[in-house]
């Protein structure tokens, strides 16, 4: 099996008002990575989402699962949508039911399971997310965190192998957004492969394998981070570069080289490790 | 508007009842339908004076809810919540009606205030079958029992989203009414144009999240069916259910037992 787990073959794809949304995009995903998609607003992100799972379809260009076609049939994208699971920015627009038990029993019920594999499906998926404790709550009375972590369990419980979400940080605070970091972590070492848009680039820095940087509707860079978010081509399209990496380059050129160990920090936490370590190898004569 | 909101969340308490697991909850989701619609046809059947007869139908409502477990007070809070729009429908009735109908001691009690009676009664007893069933069942489940009655399924999905979309109705509509009394300074600036607007956006603002939920439903594998919480088949207990309160509702309709009742005591002591 190749690495990509779905590619896009020069898509191009315009709203019904006219808007070209995207244009002769091409770019692969890669399974078992973490992807982040970067790009400024309207560059076509969420657009380029609707198309992994089928919603939209290309007005020309081809998709690929597994290097095979997409299919646009009726089990064609059932069975997409059941191996591609798609978590929208919004939880409003996905929780409708009355329980978070029920809600996240919708996708496996319209995967026709039987009752008891939704039973443990949605018992999985709750736990998986640390909400098994709240599974009879009703949905109105739940944090934008909780109901965050409930879209997220509805999804899981269709065992997809690619988790896209959109925007997944935006809303929640610092304490909520290393929960779902670690919750991601979780699912990722799990074999899940997963794909985030997301606009804080720090966060893309530090946690993604590798990045792809839309603009205009197509595809501008893609590689590791490290690699492409630094170009001034993607900075510009971005209109900043991460923090971490704008710091070493400071302190590089007043000549601590923090790459010292052969290896670059990408987080906070990397960054002030490394520079401990700089400062106590300096300490010691 | 914000009624609304609390009506509507109400209803999604009810939902949660639903997911109970006491005998009542387990019967076929056809069953308690069809006998629910028997209890509702043979209680709006009576003529408009009847009170007696109605009096043992109590026993349903009653027994269902005791087995369920259901939460009386919540119930009945309901069923208070609907006494102005009953009241609304029959307070002429006392008016118009004046015939003496019944005579205790010296007061004389016209028949419209019977038939207000009776109306209250009969809409009670009907609006509280039908809480029943929802509290016990759940609605997607009974719109499935439904197709497998035999209705058409673009009528059960329709209902089906009706039912989604008055929630979507109900949380935009609280939305934009906070957001315009918080612009408009407590009450002033109430304008029927302002009214209007509002109805416009309202709908927009509706229309575009039932379209984004769409979205999120097809993208969980919805393919135009909806599925109930429980994979039904149909067990002794259930038929024993149907057939044993069917009977019971024929044999207070036609029997009256009250009546049974009293002329067995007259003829016991002559
Ligand atoms: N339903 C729609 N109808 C018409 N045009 C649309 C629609 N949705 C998006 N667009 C347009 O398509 C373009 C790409 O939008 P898209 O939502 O994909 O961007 P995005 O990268 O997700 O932006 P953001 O970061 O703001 O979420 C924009 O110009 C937008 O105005
Ligand atoms: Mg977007």
């Known amino acids: 099996m190749s690495d990509a ?13 006219g808007t070209a949304a995207l244009t002769d995009c091409s770019l692969t995903i890669n399974r078992n990575k973490r992807t982040a998609v970067l790009g400024a607003n309207g560059a076509g992100k969420t657009t380029m989402f609707l198309h992994l799972n089928g919603i939209l379809q290309p007005s020309s260009g081809r998709l690929f699962r597994d290097d095979i076609p997409f299919e646009y049939s009726r089990t064609g994208l059932r069975k997409l949508r059941s191996k591609v699971g798609m978590v929208f920015q919004n939880p409003d627009s996905q929780l409708f039911s009355a329980s ?13 399971l039987d009752t008891t594999t939704i039973r443990r499906r949605v018992a999985e998926a709750l736990g998986a997310v640390a909400m098994a404790g709240l599974a009879d709550k009703p949905v109105h009375n739940l944090s934008y965190g909780q109901k965050k972590r409930v879209c997220i369990a509805g999804v899981l419980a269709m065992e997809p192998e690619v988790i896209i979400l959109d925007e997944p940080m935006a809303g929640l605070d610092a304490a909520m957004q290393e929960e779902l970091t670690a919750v991601l972590e979780r699912l990722h070492a799990g074999g899940i492969t997963i794909v985030i848009a997301t606009h804080d680039l720090d966060f893309a820095y530090g946690w993604a394998d590798q990045a ?6 197509g595809l501008l860079a893609h590689g590791t981070p490290e690699d492409i978010l630094l170009r001034p081509e993607v900075g510009n399209a971005l209109g900043t570069i991460p923090q971490i990496a704008e710091i070493i380059h400071s302190l590089s050129l007043l000549g ?4 010292g160990n052969g290896y670059l920090p990408r987080t906070r936490n990397e960054l002030v490790a490394a520079i401990a ?3 106590t190898r300096e300490d010691t004569p | 508007m914000n009624a609304i909101t609390t009506a509507v969340i109400d209803l999604k308490q009810l939902e949660l009842f639903a997911q109970g697991d006491t005998q009542v909850h387990g019967r076929d989701a056809r069953v308690k339908v069809l006998v629910t619609l028997f209890f509702i046809l043979s209680v709006i059947s009576y003529h408009r004076y009847e009170i007696n007869g109605l ?3 109590t026993l349903f409502p009653i027994i269902m809810v005791c087995r369920a477990e259901l939460p009386i007070p919540y119930l009945a809070r309901k069923m208070l919540l609907i006494c102005p729009f009953i009241l609304l429908i029959g307070a002429f ?22 038939s207000l009676l009776s109306l209250l009664l009969r809409s009670f007893l009907t609006i509280g079958a039908a809480l029943i069933l929802v509290a016990t069942t759940g609605f997607t489940t009974i719109c499935q029992a439904l197709e497998r009655l035999g209705m058409p399924e673009v009528f059960t999905v329709q209902l089906l989203f009706l039912h989604r979309y008055l929630f979507v109705l109900a949380e935009e509509a609280e939305r934009a009414s906070r957001a315009r009394e918080l612009r408009s300074c407590g009450s002033t600036g109430r304008g029927i144009g302002s009214f209007g607007s509002l109805t416009g956006h309202l709908l927009l603002r509706t229309w575009q999240r039932a379209e984004r939920i769409h979205t999120t439903m097809l993208s969980r594998g919805f393919t135009g069916q909806f599925h109930g919480q429980r994979r039904e088949r149909f067990s002794h207990a259930d038929l024993t259910f149907l057939i044993s309160w069917s009977v019971t509702f024929l044999l207070m309709r036609t029997m009256e037992p009250a009546t049974l009742l009293g002329s067995f005591i007259t003829g016991a002591f002559p």
């Open chain 1, 5 to 17: 787990i779905i590619r896009l073959e020069n898509v191009s794809y315009r709203y019904p008002d």
């Open chain 1, 100 to 112: 978070v038990q029920e809600d996240v029993s919708f996708g496996p019920m319209n995967l026709g």
């Open chain 1, 212 to 217: 792809l940087v839309m603009q205009s509707g």
């Open chain 1, 256 to 259: 601590i080289d923090l790459r």
């Open chain 1, 277 to 279: 370590a700089v400062t």
């Open chain 2, 55 to 57: 009096l043992p139908f």
């Open chain 2, 93 to 114: 009735n006392p008016l118009l009606d004046r015939s003496t109908l019944w005579q205790v001691g010296s007061i004389e009690i016209s028949g419209g205030c019977i």
